[in-house]
C-alpha cells in the first residue's frame, strides 16, 4: 500500500519561508510525476507545483518564482520551498504521486498539511 505524508505546515508570518515535505512509502514502481496541489477554503483543490522523474518542474502562476519543488529519490521523497509568503497562500497543501504500475497510471494523495499564513 502506497502512503504519502507531508510535514512542514503550520502558522507562519508573511514573508518567511517554510519548507513543506512530502515522504512516500509502500510498493512504488515507476514514478511520473509528483507534486504540491492546495485548497483553500471555500475554493477548488489547485495545482501548485510539480516534478516529474527526469526533474522537470512546472509551477502555477501564482507561485512562480517564490515557490520551489525538489525531489530527493533516496526515499522518493519531495520538497517545497515556499519564500515570501502571502496570506493568501493560506491553503491545506497536499502531496500528489503519479506512478505506472506496468500500463495502468495511478494516483495517490496524502492526508494534506495546513498552512496559515497571518500576522
Known amino acids: 500500500q502506497v502512503q504519502l505524508v507531508e510535514s512542514g505546515g503550520g502558522l507562519v508570518q508573511p514573508g518567511e519561508s517554510p519548507r513543506l515535505s512530502c515522504v512516500t512509502s509502500?510498493?512504488?514502481?515507476?514514478?511520473?510525476?509528483m507534486g504540491w496541489y492546495r485548497q483553500a477554503p471555500g475554493k477548488e483543490r489547485e495545482l501548485v507545483a510539480t516534478?516529474?522523474?527526469?526533474?522537470?518542474?512546472n509551477y502555477a502562476d501564482s507561485v512562480k518564482g517564490r515557490f520551489t519543488i525538489s525531489r530527493h529519490n533516496v526515499g522518493d521523497t519531495i520538497y517545497l520551498r515556499m519564500s515570501t509568503v502571502k496570506p493568501e497562500d493560506t491553503a491545506i497543501y497536499y502531496c500528489?504521486?503519479?506512478?505506472?504500475?506496468?500500463?495502468?497510471?495511478?494516483?495517490?494523495w496524502g492526508q494534506g498539511t495546513q498552512v496559515t499564513v497571518s500576522s
Open positions: 500528489n504521486l503519479n506512478a505506472y504500475r506496468g500500463p495502468i497510471l495511478l494516483n495517490y
Open positions: 509502500g510498493n512504488i514502481f515507476s514514478i511520473y510525476t
Open positions: 516534478i516529474t522523474s527526469a526533474g522537470i518542474t
